[in-house]
């Protein structure tokens, strides 16, 4: 074995492949991370980092399971610490609170059962009181890709831990978007299944009635690989039900957000415009798409937090909180307090009840047979600027999640492109508990609409001119203008309608108008068919050096054309 064998960013697929073919071993790969860890302990990743020590009785079991027979059999996990390792310290994010776990979680013990290896607890945003990643006593976890922005929290830890490579799959756990915004941030998937779908015992609660343990992966097959497996109630779990994910179809209907969306952070505009490609992707992909009003979700948001529901999280740690005076982060002890206030009666949460009622109700019939895609987050921060403005940059980042858990919906976090360099863009899928297979159905869907190519096209195909509604309808998207490198001539061919020929040439060459447009992988075998000769698609260098697929004409065909090579470019021929 040797180390480069091992891959830099986990799979289940990959690692299982590679323990077939005797590539390494567990106990290799869990070395590796316990190395990996060690290298960057400045992210501040982990409460209680891999080690040998710890992880050696869970690689020992594994000599006594057949590979084959166990679907987890050595893929290494990580846990938020928040829940529970039997045996091994469980903190929340607050030292005071520390006690070694008598037995594992729920979750946890099924995934062990399966031949999962847990390599470590991860760090999180105190008491799971925040979207940022920064509100840890053991130091604030930074971004992975970029480490001067926001983990996104509060399951910070262990989306970093799947995104360093340090684990394949990891729990997080989410209340109002801690599932899905690290994921958005790392360009990861976030999982989020239905409330009560998985049991929560061995949880430290923040709203004990709506949290859900999630799972954060690089691949959606391993997001439902661990789901398979964890789902399903238990009979100790008073929270957990019965919650199959339904029949595997694709949704109906596509929901996007009516009018403009707010977008923040020093990021906004370039979130606007990633977003702007979502919608444009999705409304020119042939799928049925409709403008909806999410006003009720936001309302349903402000409940969660401004209103009387926020003491549920006091109901919990209202004891710990007073005999325990100063031991939590002014923050989040802040935050905490906020459940105690004198206007949170019962009156107001029966009636904060009541309109979520009437809330869901609407919500349902909205996403019958359909899925409502938001921008997982509408923008990131700086750790510095978190640090200056806490309150209102984390409540910045929950704009799209909140609502989520109240409304008993579903939630898939996927990556959905950049914003930036290593600076991804994520957007969520909603829909209904019963409707969950859907939601898995459209991630696969999106992805397939989402992989493009970039066609350079110099004549009928550009803009206003004859074919360019085959290039719309083909889920195709203008990009830019642009030019090739000064190797080409240009030519009008002997065809009816008149239609140019490119061709490279080693000498005499010229530069050539031309635009570049997006399309779909799906749609370009259909288009690439559709090109009658002496035209095809070959390769074209851009004058930025670019290299992209584009037509390109046979040498043959210019024995009978014109050479309009002085003109630059189609447009110029067209309009003489």
Same mark, same amino acid.
């Given at each position: 074995?040797?180390?480069?064998?091992?891959?830099?960013?986990?799979?289940?697929?990959a690692?299982?492949?590679g323990?077939?073919?005797?590539?390494f071993?567990?106990?290799?790969?869990?070395?590796?991370?316990i190395?990996?860890?060690?290298?960057?302990?400045?992210?501040?990743?982990?409460?209680?980092p891999?080690?040998?020590?710890?992880?050696a009785?869970?690689?020992?079991?594994?000599q006594?399971?057949?590979?084959?027979?166990?679907?987890?059999?050595g893929?290494?996990?990580?846990?938020?610490?928040?829940i529970a390792?039997q045996?091994?310290?469980l903190?929340?994010?607050?030292?005071?609170?520390?006690?070694?776990?008598?037995?594992h979680?729920?979750?946890?013990?099924?995934?062990?059962a399966?031949?999962?290896v847990?390599?470590?607890?991860?760090?999180?945003?105190?008491?799971?009181?925040?979207?940022?990643?920064?509100?840890?006593p053991?130091?604030?976890t930074?971004?992975?890709?970029?480490?001067?922005?926001?983990?996104?929290?509060s399951?910070?830890?262990?989306?970093?831990?799947?995104?360093?490579?340090?684990? +394949?799959?990891? $729990?997080?756990?989410?209340?109002?978007?801690?599932?899905?915004?690290? +994921?958005?941030?790392?360009?990861?998937?976030?999982?989020?299944p239905?409330?009560?779908?998985?049991?929560?015992?061995?949880?430290?609660? +923040?709203?004990?009635?709506?949290?859900?343990?999630?799972?954060?992966?690089?691949?959606?097959?391993?997001?439902?690989?661990?789901?398979?497996?964890?789902?399903?109630?238990?009979?100790?779990?008073a929270?957990?039900?019965?919650?199959p994910?339904?029949?595997?179809?694709?949704?109906?209907?596509?929901?996007?957000?009516?009018?403009?969306?707010t977008?923040?952070?020093?990021?906004?505009?370039?979130?606007e415009?990633?977003?702007?490609?979502?919608k444009?992707?999705?409304?020119?992909?042939?799928?049925?798409?409709?403008?909806?009003?999410?006003?009720?979700l936001q309302?349903?948001?402000?409940?969660l937090?401004?209103?009387?529901?926020?003491?549920?999280?006091?109901?919990?740690?209202?004891?710990?909180?007073?005999?325990?005076?100063?031991a939590?982060?002014?923050?989040?002890?802040n935050?905490?307090?906020?459940?105690?206030?004198?206007?949170?009666?019962?009156?107001?949460?029966?009636?904060?009840?009541?309109?979520? +009622?009437e809330?869901?109700?609407i919500?349902?019939?909205?996403?019958?047979?359909?899925?409502?895609?938001?921008p997982?987050?509408?923008?990131?921060?700086?750790?510095?600027?978190?640090?200056?403005?806490?309150?209102?940059?984390?409540?910045?980042?929950?704009l799209?999640?909140?609502?989520?858990?109240?409304?008993?919906?579903?939630? $898939?976090?996927i990556?959905?492109?950049e914003?930036?360099?290593?600076?991804p863009?994520?957007?969520?899928?909603?829909?209904?508990?019963?409707q969950e297979?859907?939601?898995?159905e459209?991630?696969?869907?999106?992805?397939?609409?989402?992989?493009?190519?970039?066609v350079?096209?110099?004549?009928?195909?550009?803009r206003?001119?004859?074919?360019?509604?085959?290039m719309?309808?083909?889920?195709?998207?203008?990009?830019?203008?642009?030019?090739?490198?000064?190797?080409y001539?240009?030519?009008?061919?002997?065809t009816?309608?008149?239609?140019?020929?490119?061709?490279?040439?080693?000498e005499?060459g010229?530069?050539?108008?031309?635009?570049?447009?997006?399309?779909?992988?799906?749609?370009?075998?259909?288009?690439t068919?559709?090109?009658?000769?002496?035209?095809?698609?070959?390769?074209?260098?851009?004058?930025?050096?670019?290299?992209?697929?584009?037509?390109?004409?046979?040498?043959s065909?210019?024995?009978?054309a014109?050479?309009i090579?002085?003109?630059g470019?189609?447009?110029?021929?067209?309009?003489?």
């Amino acid at each position: 074995m040797t180390v480069n064998a091992i891959p830099n960013t986990m799979s289940i697929h990959a690692l299982r492949n590679g323990y077939l073919r005797g590539s390494f071993t567990p106990s290799e790969v869990v070395e590796s991370i316990i190395q990996r860890a060690s290298n960057t302990k400045d992210y501040h990743v982990w409460i209680t980092p891999p080690s040998l020590e710890l992880i050696a009785p869970y690689l020992e079991k594994l000599q006594h399971m057949c590979m084959t027979e166990y679907p987890l059999w050595g893929i290494p996990f990580a846990i938020k610490d928040n829940i529970a390792v039997q045996g091994w310290p469980l903190t929340a994010g607050c030292p005071e609170f520390a006690a070694v776990s008598e037995q594992h979680a729920i979750v946890v013990e099924r995934l062990i059962a399966a031949g999962a290896v847990p390599v470590g607890k991860t760090n999180l945003d105190q008491f799971a009181t925040g979207l940022v990643g920064t509100r840890s006593p053991y130091g604030d976890t930074h971004n992975a890709l970029r480490p001067e922005l926001i983990s996104g929290g509060s399951s910070s830890g262990s989306a970093v831990a799947v995104a360093l490579g340090q684990a +394949a799959f990891s $729990l997080g756990t989410d209340t109002a978007g801690s599932g899905r915004i690290p +994921a958005a941030l790392h360009g990861l998937v976030g999982y989020k299944p239905a409330v009560g779908a998985w049991p929560s015992t061995g949880l430290v609660p +923040a709203c004990r009635s709506i949290d859900c343990i999630t799972v954060f992966a690089y691949e959606l097959e391993d997001a439902v690989s661990v789901d398979r497996i964890v789902r399903g109630p238990h009979a100790e779990d008073a929270f957990s039900r019965s919650r199959p994910v339904g029949p595997s179809r694709a949704p109906a209907k596509w929901l996007l957000p009516k009018g403009e969306l707010t977008f923040y952070g020093p990021f906004a505009k370039e979130y606007e415009a990633a977003w702007h490609t979502v919608k444009q992707t999705l409304l020119q992909s042939g799928l049925y798409v409709e403008e909806v009003d999410i006003s009720l979700l936001q309302e349903a948001a402000t409940l969660l937090y401004e209103g009387p529901l926020v003491a549920e999280r006091w109901a919990d740690l209202e004891s710990f909180v007073e005999l325990h005076p100063g031991a939590l982060l002014p923050v989040t002890e802040n935050i905490l307090r906020t459940g105690s206030k004198e206007m949170h009666t019962a009156t107001a949460l029966f009636r904060a009840q009541h309109r979520l +009622a009437e809330i869901q109700r609407i919500t349902k019939e909205l996403l019958q047979e359909a899925i409502l895609v938001l921008p997982t987050c509408g923008g990131t921060w700086t750790r510095e600027q978190v640090q200056k403005d806490p309150i209102h940059t984390n409540s910045q980042m929950g704009l799209y999640t909140n609502h989520c858990n109240l409304l008993d919906l579903s939630a $898939l976090a996927i990556p959905a492109g950049e914003v930036a360099e290593n600076t991804p863009f994520g957007i969520t899928l909603f829909t209904l508990p019963e409707q969950e297979a859907s939601m898995l159905e459209a991630a696969k869907m999106f992805r397939q609409n989402q992989a493009r190519i970039l066609v350079a096209v110099c004549g009928l195909h550009m803009r206003g001119m004859l074919l360019e509604a085959q290039m719309t309808g083909l889920g195709a998207t203008f990009v830019e203008e642009a030019r090739t490198a000064p190797a080409y001539r240009l030519y009008q061919l002997n065809t009816s309608p008149a239609k140019p020929g490119l061709v490279h040439t080693l000498e005499d060459g010229a530069a050539i108008d031309l635009e570049l447009w997006s399309i779909p992988v799906t749609s370009f075998g259909v288009f690439t068919a559709a090109i009658p000769a002496p035209l095809g698609i070959g390769k074209i260098l851009l004058q930025d050096g670019r290299v992209v697929s584009g037509f390109i004409c046979e040498a043959s065909a210019i024995e009978t054309a014109v050479d309009i090579t002085h003109l630059g470019g189609w447009r110029k021929a067209v309009s003489i």
